[in-house]
């Protein structure tokens, strides 16, 4: 199994291209099914959860093709696929495909829409909380499904076709959204959703569905309304730049010091996160292709957060910011709202010399002078990258472990980071 040693010290100076981003890749891959005509993406980032999808999709026969796989200019992927549904051969997503991703769950939604029926396998993804699957159930039942969940498979059906509802999310989930925009389109009706996600990836995905011929309003709002048509066409549209990969790079700049460019960023995906940034002390501005970020020697500002959905801070940078904040000069407080179990990067840090504790679902980070590099072990995906974050500024080596998790998110990490002056490196095994 691959690892990556990072050994910290270097300030970081340079350029690192922003992907497209995986978790509106996901979504806009499914909506594939939804014709029988060619969706063309581009921006879809190389990762292995990308893969993975293209498996899935294609046992139900979605075929696709590779172009623009490489810009010169940055080397990033940067890649265009094109995705063709056709024929759907097969509505079942089976448990070996599905267990090893979470998003692949939500091709019920365009199954159950097209062909009447699906039946896909419970859903695995990253160990970070339980992950129910209530509130998909909920709201395809609104629009009128039949739904059993037997032997690990959720089953829904509609033999006459989804008709159009009005339903509230008692919670704001952004897999139920994306499914429920994804069965409302093709829908007899007007369906008006309340209380949906606002992620930037939904309204992406709303506004690669209204390409194809959808009626979609007011995503990114906390009301859709959907005004159901019969048919779906193809479409070119392009992935959204990844918001926590930004996120990411930029704490990574704070944390090291360093000048960076992050190119093709888009500073408006993620103020809440800049925010933060900016009050723990790194400089951040938005120029006219991607965003600079920038620190001086200075100490680092702790600093409170919770997560939230979005426009809050995203769930999915918290592990990330507590790397950054065991280096802070201070005590910071990090809640996670969002998943119960987002916390399995607290013993890893530990092993670096970090000092934090937990109480229930808040962690007091208190900031050390020193890290020491240490071998730790990646346990989801934003964990591990909150080792490299770590292990950027910790003396010696660091060896992080299970960088399979890490390849499902980030594109070339290594390689970008090596670019800018990191002493880091892949040892394959
Ligand atoms: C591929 C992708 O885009 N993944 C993202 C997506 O995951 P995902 O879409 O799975 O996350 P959700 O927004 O659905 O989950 C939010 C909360 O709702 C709960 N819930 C969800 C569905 C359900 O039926 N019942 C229920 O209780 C979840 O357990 C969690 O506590 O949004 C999360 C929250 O921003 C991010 O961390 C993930 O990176
Ligand atoms: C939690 C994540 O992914 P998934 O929802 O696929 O588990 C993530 O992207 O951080």
Same mark, same amino acid.
């Given at each position: 199994?691959?690892?990556?040693?990072?050994?910290?010290?270097?300030?970081?100076?340079?350029?690192?291209?922003?992907?497209?981003?995986?978790?509106?890749?996901?979504?806009?891959?499914?909506?594939?099914?939804?014709?029988?005509?060619?969706?063309?993406?581009?921006?879809?980032?190389?990762?292995?959860?990308?893969?993975?999808?293209?498996?899935?999709?294609?046992?139900?026969?979605?075929?696709?093709?590779?172009?623009?796989?490489?810009?010169?200019?940055?080397?990033?992927?940067?890649?265009?696929?094109?995705?063709?549904?056709?024929?759907?051969?097969?509505?079942?997503?089976?448990?070996?495909?599905?267990?090893?991703?979470?998003?692949?769950?939500?091709?019920?939604?365009?199954?159950?829409?097209?062909?009447?029926?699906?039946?896909?396998?419970?859903?695995?993804?990253?160990?970070?909380?339980?992950?129910?699957?209530?509130?998909?159930?909920?709201?395809?039942?609104?629009?009128?499904?039949?739904?059993?969940?037997?032997?690990?498979?959720?089953?829904?059906?509609?033999?006459?076709?989804?008709?159009?509802?009005?339903?509230?999310?008692?919670?704001?989930?952004?897999?139920?959204?994306?499914?429920?925009?994804?069965?409302?389109?093709?829908?007899?009706?007007?369906?008006?959703?309340?209380?949906?996600?606002?992620?930037?990836?939904?309204?992406?995905?709303?506004?690669?569905?209204?390409?194809?011929?959808?009626?979609?309003?007011?995503?990114?709002?906390?009301?859709?309304?959907?005004?159901?048509?019969?048919?779906?066409?193809?479409?070119?549209?392009?992935?959204?730049?990844?918001?926590?990969?930004?996120?990411?790079?930029?704490?990574?700049?704070?944390?090291?010091?360093?000048?960076?460019?992050?190119?093709?960023?888009?500073?408006?995906?993620?103020?809440? @996160?800049?925010?933060? #940034?900016?009050? +723990? =002390?790194?400089?951040?501005?938005?120029?006219?292709?991607?965003? &600079? %970020? !920038?620190?001086?020697?200075?100490?680092?500002?702790?600093?409170?957060?919770?997560?939230?959905?979005?426009?809050?801070?995203?769930?999915?940078?918290?592990?990330?910011?507590?790397?950054?904040?065991?280096?802070?000069?201070?005590?910071?407080?990090?809640?996670?709202?969002?998943?119960?179990?987002?916390?399995?990067?607290?013993?890893?840090?530990?092993?670096?010399?970090?000092?934090?504790?937990?109480?229930?679902?808040?962690?007091?980070?208190?900031?050390?002078?020193?890290?020491?590099?240490?071998?730790?072990?990646?346990?989801?995906?934003? @964990?591990?990258?909150? #080792?490299?974050? +770590? =292990?950027?500024?910790?003396?010696?080596?660091?060896?992080?472990? &299970? %960088? !399979?998790?890490?390849?499902?998110?980030?594109?070339?990490?290594?390689?970008?980071?090596?670019?800018?002056?990191?002493?880091?490196?892949?040892?394959?095994?």
């Amino acid at each position: 199994m691959d690892q990556i040693r990072v050994t910290g010290g270097n300030a970081l100076s340079g350029v690192i291209p922003i992907s497209g981003a995986k978790n509106a890749s996901l979504p806009l891959m499914i909506a594939s099914l939804l014709t029988d005509d060619t969706l063309t993406l581009e921006n879809v980032p190389h990762l292995a959860d990308v893969e993975s999808l293209i498996r899935i999709l294609g046992n139900h026969g979605v075929d696709y093709s590779v172009t623009g796989r490489r810009q010169a200019e940055d080397s990033n992927y940067a890649r265009t696929v094109h995705f063709t549904a056709r024929n759907i051969v097969d509505t079942t997503a089976p448990y070996e495909l599905v267990s090893k991703m979470r998003a692949s769950f939500w091709v019920i939604g365009p199954l159950l829409a097209r062909m009447g029926e699906a039946r896909v396998s419970l859903p695995g993804g990253c160990a970070i909380g339980t992950r129910p699957v209530d509130l998909f159930i909920q709201s395809l039942s609104a629009l009128g499904a039949d739904i059993e969940i037997e032997n690990g498979y959720v089953h829904a059906s509609a033999k006459d076709g989804l008709k159009g509802a009005h339903y509230r999310f008692p919670k704001v989930s952004v897999g139920a959204t994306h499914v429920m925009l994804m069965a409302a389109s093709l829908a007899k009706g007007d369906t008006i959703i309340e209380n949906p996600a606002r992620e930037p990836e939904v309204v992406n995905l709303a506004d690669c569905l209204n390409a194809m011929g959808a009626k979609i309003e007011g995503a990114g709002t906390d009301e859709i309304r959907v005004t159901g048509v019969t048919s779906l066409a193809g479409a070119r549209h392009r992935v959204i730049p990844d918001r926590i990969e930004t996120g990411t790079y930029a704490m990574a700049v704070g944390m090291t010091g360093g000048d960076v460019l992050l190119k093709g960023a888009r500073a408006d995906l993620l103020d809440s @996160a800049l925010g933060v #940034l900016r009050e +723990a =002390g790194i400089e951040i501005t938005d120029v006219d292709d991607g965003v &600079r %970020v !920038y620190r001086n020697g200075n100490g680092l500002m702790p600093v409170d957060v919770r997560t939230d959905p979005y426009p809050g801070f995203p769930t999915d940078l918290q592990a990330q910011l507590m790397g950054l904040m065991t280096r802070s000069t201070g005590t910071a407080h990090i809640t996670e709202t969002i998943f119960e179990n987002r916390f399995m990067h607290v013993q890893e840090l530990a092993r670096l010399g970090a000092d934090i504790s937990l109480s229930g679902q808040t962690a007091t980070v208190r900031g050390v002078p020193v890290l020491k590099g240490a071998p730790v072990m990646a346990t989801d995906l934003r @964990a591990s990258v909150s #080792l490299v974050i +770590a =292990g950027l500024a910790a003396e010696g080596d660091t060896t992080v472990n &299970r %960088v !399979y998790h890490l390849d499902r998110g980030f594109e070339r990490l290594e390689a970008k980071l090596q670019a800018c002056g990191a002493d880091i490196e892949r040892i394959s095994g």
